[in-house]
């Protein structure tokens, strides 16, 4: 492992590519890179738009300070102007770009850089992310050293807008790159009009757990949709979460160990470095001074055991587990079933891999996975948990390449039982039958609809017929398509493009389209859809899941301030979803226990769910 921090991935040296290819892509404004600007500051590099209006030009001796110096993974320095200009749209801070170039400056240096002002859009064109204005292929001429850096920028509650982003321009395919800077209206905005300059943040409440990357976030507007235990909800498209900054830093891990933070933990003494863009959640505090974590004793939640007449139903993602993993993730993962989740009677499980993993050898059972991790539930005091669950075919249903991943249900045959019905397989759907006065499933376990278009390299939905006190409970097992390829919050289109709704959309409609069969055989039976919906309570796919009445999404039963189940980018956001036909009734018990998503330390990157009801 590296003893540095670096990011996820280094960008390419060939800075000069990536300019012609956003010029190609419509990004930068068109320009002869045989010309050349002089007499130029900082701030004339930068504009009063997201895109240097003097991109693809030369430069010669633009004068600043150096204020931060970067020795990893992006190489380089920021440099910012001595004497800022009056426009608070323009920024007075820029990164030089030196690649494999040796690195002989410091903070507190007077230099005067000449090069190539560029566009860098980290994850390139096709990303939607916003380009990072820079000077690459620079030639440096230090001045002076031990100069004052210029005084930061306070970033905090009052200096951050309300508003998120402008709408796009729909004339540039709704981007807001040529749009002028408003850096008093729109949060976004002003944080790009403090691109590379030297910024700071106080004492700020941490709200995305700290990781392996050695990244954390935090907030620097306390009271913007916090929930109880620290975090900050994202509750609506309409309602983005503008106090969130990313923490990065400047030293080497090997000198300076990054802080471990779980989520409501505290960084005292806040922060203070250069303002970065990266690939990986935008605005960036590249921190060269960075205060300490104050631990506030965030603790794993446990929901409370079923009552004798209620079925407890639960779905956990156990993130890619197979027999390869070490002994003591089954054992936590297993304890937090007993302990956490106080031994539910069903569990649909996701993310169960195949017997050797992410090995690509043709492998697709997962008898080995399964009675690892049952044995140690046992082993934890809990039940010992029967499983059903349906093969994949090899490499056909999504996620890492020869692990398999397929839904699994766990039961506890001590208080439930299971509906045999053979004949279902990967590629057979399993149909609503009659049985008596009550509906069926004609294959239990079987698939929903397998061949349906909407799950191709995605995971196809588990039905399974149950009995609890001599009642009929159809439980449907669901990993849908992921968020892969949608852009993020910080995009230079507003809204982003959320290009893989559109395959939800497709899985969201066959899962309610079957459910509403169930419901024309028996209208009040027992449905419960759950699983990880990789997608949110307020999104295009839960309304679509609910379509017409079948179901009801039963998170929407907790406080705003509660529902979520996943932190990304320091949004607690909803993932993993429990849905419940009218036949269930409003009766019925929800609670999502969180313990791992907020915690630096995770067993899988996503809280459990737990319905409890009485059939």
């Given at each position: 492992?590296?003893?540095?921090?670096?990011?996820?991935?280094?960008?390419?040296?060939?800075?000069?590519?990536?300019?012609?290819?956003?010029?190609?892509?419509?990004?930068?404004?068109?320009?002869?890179?045989?010309?050349?600007?002089?007499?130029?500051?900082?701030?004339?590099?930068?504009?009063?738009?997201?895109?240097?209006?003097?991109?693809?030009?030369?430069?010669?001796?633009?004068p600043g300070i150096v204020t931060g110096v970067r020795t990893y993974g992006s190489k380089g320095f920021w440099l910012q102007s001595a004497q800022a200009d009056a426009d608070p749209a323009t920024s007075e801070g820029v990164f030089v770009f030196t690649g494999s170039a040796p690195l002989t400056v410091?903070?507190?240096?007077?230099?005067?850089?000449?090069?190539?002002?560029?566009?860098?859009?980290?994850?390139?064109?096709?990303?939607?992310?916003?380009?990072?204005?820079?000077?690459?292929?620079?030639?440096?001429?230090?001045?002076?050293?031990?100069?004052?850096?210029?005084?930061?920028?306070?970033?905090?509650?009052?200096?951050?807008?309300?508003?998120?982003?402008?709408?796009?321009?729909?004339?540039?395919?709704?981007?807001?790159?040529?749009?002028?800077?408003?850096?008093?209206?729109?949060?976004?905005?002003?944080?790009?009009?403090?691109?590379?300059?030297?910024?700071?943040?106080?004492?700020?409440?941490?709200?995305?757990?700290?990781?392996?990357?050695?990244?954390?976030?935090?907030?620097?507007?306390?009271?913007?949709?916090?929930?109880?235990?620290?975090?900050?909800?994202?509750?609506?498209?309409?309602?983005?979460?503008?106090?969130?900054?990313?923490?990065?830093?400047?030293?080497?891990?090997?000198?300076?160990?990054?802080?471990?933070?779980?989520?409501?933990?505290?960084?005292?003494?806040?922060?203070?470095?250069?303002?970065?863009?990266?690939?990986?959640?935008?605005?960036?505090?590249?921190?060269?001074?960075?205060?300490?974590?104050?631990?506030?004793?965030?603790?794993?939640?446990?929901?409370?055991?079923?009552?004798?007449?209620?079925?407890?139903?639960?779905?956990?993602?156990?993130?890619?587990?197979?027999?390869?993993?070490?002994?003591?993730?089954?054992?936590?993962?297993?304890?937090?079933?007993?302990?956490?989740?106080?031994?539910?009677?069903?569990?649909?499980?996701?993310?169960?891999?195949?017997?050797?993993?992410?090995?690509?050898?043709?492998?697709?059972?997962?008898?080995?996975?399964?009675?690892?991790?049952?044995?140690?539930?046992?082993?934890?005091?809990?039940?010992?948990?029967?499983?059903?669950?349906?093969?994949?075919?090899?490499?056909?249903?999504?996620?890492?390449?020869?692990?398999?991943?397929?839904?699994?249900?766990?039961?506890?045959?001590?208080?439930?039982?299971?509906?045999?019905?053979?004949?279902?397989?990967?590629?057979?759907?399993?149909?609503?039958?009659?049985?008596?006065?009550?509906?069926?499933?004609?294959?239990?376990?079987?698939?929903?609809?397998?061949?349906?278009?909407?799950?191709?390299?995605?995971?196809?939905?588990?039905?399974?017929?149950?009995?609890?006190?001599?009642?009929?409970?159809?439980?449907?097992?669901?990993?849908?398509?992921?968020?892969?390829?949608?852009?993020?919050?910080?995009?230079?289109?507003?809204?982003?493009?959320?290009?893989?709704?559109?395959?939800?959309?497709?899985?969201?409609?066959?899962?309610?389209?079957?459910?509403?069969?169930?419901?024309?055989?028996?209208?009040?039976?027992?449905?419960?859809?759950?699983?990880?919906?990789?997608?949110?309570?307020?999104?295009?796919?839960?309304?679509?899941?609910?379509?017409?009445?079948?179901?009801?999404?039963?998170?929407?039963?907790?406080?705003?301030?509660?529902?979520?189940?996943?932190?990304?980018?320091?949004?607690?956001?909803?993932?993993?979803?429990?849905?419940?036909?009218?036949?269930?009734?409003?009766?019925?018990?929800?609670?999502?226990?969180?313990?791992?998503?907020?915690?630096?330390?995770?067993?899988?990157?996503?809280?459990?769910?737990?319905?409890?009801?009485?059939?």
């Open positions: 492992m590296p003893q540095i921090p670096t990011p996820r991935t280094s960008r390419t040296a060939a800075v000069s590519a990536v300019v012609a290819t956003a010029l190609a892509a419509g990004l930068l404004a068109a320009s002869s890179s045989a010309a050349s600007a002089d007499g130029v500051g900082v701030h004339d590099i930068q504009g009063t738009t997201r895109v240097s209006p003097l991109a693809g030009q030369q430069v010669t001796d633009v410091k903070p507190g240096d007077a230099v005067r850089v000449s090069g190539t002002v560029g566009e860098y859009v980290p994850g390139g064109t096709g990303s939607g992310n916003q380009s990072l204005t820079q000077i690459t292929k620079p030639t440096v001429a230090v001045e002076s050293s031990g100069n004052a850096l210029p005084a930061p920028v306070r970033i905090d509650a009052r200096a951050v807008p309300a508003r998120y982003a402008p709408a796009g321009d729909p004339a540039q395919g709704n981007s807001v790159n040529g749009l002028p800077l408003k850096p008093r209206t729109y949060a976004l905005d002003l944080y790009e009009s403090l691109e590379g300059m030297n910024v700071s943040i106080g004492t700020s409440r941490v709200v995305g757990a700290s990781d392996p990357y050695n990244e954390l976030w935090v907030t620097v507007k306390p009271h913007e949709h916090r929930d109880r235990r620290g975090g900050t909800v994202y509750g609506s498209y309409d309602a983005q979460n503008g106090g969130r900054l990313q923490i990065q830093q400047l030293a080497p891990v090997s000198e300076h160990p990054f802080p471990k933070a779980n989520v409501g933990d505290v960084l005292t003494g806040g922060a203070a470095g250069p303002l970065d863009f990266n690939q990986f959640g935008g605005y960036t505090l590249a921190a060269r001074e960075l205060g300490d974590v104050r631990d506030k004793g965030l603790v794993r939640e446990k929901t409370r055991r079923q009552a004798k007449g209620e079925l407890a139903v639960a779905t956990y993602n156990v993130e890619n587990l197979d027999p390869t993993d070490p002994q003591e993730k089954f054992d936590a993962l297993a304890g937090a079933v007993v302990t956490n989740l106080a031994s539910p009677d069903v569990v649909a499980l996701e993310e169960i891999q195949d017997d050797n993993g992410a090995k690509n050898d043709g492998t697709v059972t997962a008898a080995a996975t399964l009675r690892k991790f049952t044995d140690a539930i046992a082993a934890a005091g809990g039940p010992r948990y029967e499983w059903r669950s349906i093969d994949p075919v090899n490499n056909k249903d999504g996620g890492e390449p020869g692990g398999n991943i397929r839904q699994v249900f766990l039961f506890n045959p001590e208080r439930v039982s299971f509906t045999e019905r053979a004949g279902g397989d990967a590629t057979t759907a399993t149909e609503v039958v009659r049985a008596g006065k009550r509906a069926a499933l004609s294959h239990s376990p079987g698939r929903i609809d397998p061949q349906n278009e909407a799950w191709t390299n995605s995971r196809k939905p588990l039905a399974g017929e149950f009995t609890f006190r001599g009642r009929t409970v159809i439980v449907i097992a669901n990993h849908f398509s992921s968020k892969g390829g949608d852009e993020g919050l910080t995009s230079h289109h507003q809204p982003p493009v959320r290009s893989s709704e559109t395959q939800r959309l497709k899985q969201a409609q066959a899962v309610n389209g079957f459910v509403k069969d169930i419901r024309e055989v028996q209208r009040d039976a027992d449905v419960v859809v759950l699983g990880d919906i990789n997608d949110f309570e307020f999104s295009a796919t839960a309304k679509a899941l609910q379509d017409g009445g079948a179901l009801y999404a039963a998170v929407k039963s907790l406080p705003r301030s509660e529902r979520y189940s996943y932190v990304y980018q320091g949004n607690s956001q909803v993932l993993d979803q429990i849905l419940t036909s009218p036949g269930v009734g409003d009766g019925f018990s929800y609670d999502s226990v969180h313990i791992n998503a907020e915690f630096a330390d995770q067993n899988s990157d996503h809280d459990p769910q737990v319905l409890r009801f009485k059939p």
